[in-house]
């Protein structure tokens, strides 16, 4: 099998049949083998009744239905895990991506030998102010945070080789960072292409202008899980000896200052607690401790957590 397509989808009943019948004309015409996955993400609407009704006439068509909408991340993972394609391909269901692609886009990851190449909507037809310019700065921070050097990391059509999907975990709305997960596995080969984009023709966006706010909060997850996923001490630790250290020298001097004056210059009037510092000195100590406890508890989850899955490793038996 040379091809898997998958395909999220949410309420998008009026673009399937069209979506599918392009996808099998494209691979008839490059003598492509293939199979979609359609994952119905919960949808209300008819888009299940449609897909399995094209089951019927094409035996490529693999169909997976949750039973609410998880998001497309999950959708993703769910076809990830099944796919059986050299190549895989992701793509949105509402036509905006187009199936047309899916030729160049194969031969990038089969010829060219990437591990991922990411579509670029390099001329965009969405709204310019909910998506268009949140989409510039979002993707300014995703390439600085991550070191991944894409434009566009939110394009649905990507292309992937079969072993970078099974070798990770996209999970909440991580879908976003799908190169980021994989560069971070040792997947580094990635590129982008400009693609085709085009205004929705049916049905509404299902992702409103709070996904920037999401996608930022999850690309610091994603930043300071992989530099310090695997060893949380060495974040908590070290920024909990740093606190610790400056309260207890804080505490040390005002101990040592107000020794001095009730022996040295007998001065019996003076409360420690009137000097700011030792508040700042008792809080900074609590903290460090805090942050140190947090460290500890971090290694011990990973220890009994630890997952073998995660490595990604080739053998030469
Ligand atoms: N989608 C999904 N689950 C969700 C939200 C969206 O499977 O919870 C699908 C949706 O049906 C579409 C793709 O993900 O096929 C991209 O969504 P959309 O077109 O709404 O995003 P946009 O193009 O506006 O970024
Ligand atoms: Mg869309």
Redesign the pocket.
Known sequence: MNLSII??????QDSLEELFNRIAAVCKASKLSYEVWF?D?GSTDLSWSIIENLKLQNPQIHGIRFSK?Y??SQ?LHAAFEKANGDVIITM???L?DFPEEIPELYEMVKVGNYDIVSGWKKKRF?NVMT?NIPSKLFNLAARKVSGVSLHDF?C?LKAYKKQVVKSIDVYGDMHRYIPVLAANAGFRNITEKPVQHQA?PYGT???GTERFIRGFLDLITLWFVSRFGGRPMHFFGAAGTLMFVIGFLSALWLGISKLIDVYAYKIYGNLLANNPWFFIALTMMILGSLLFVGGFLGELIIRTNREQKNYHIEELI
């Open positions: 395909i999220p989808l949410l309420n998008e994952v993400d909408n998001g497309k959708a949105d269901a509402d905006q969405d998506k939110n649905g929705r966006s299902k992702f």
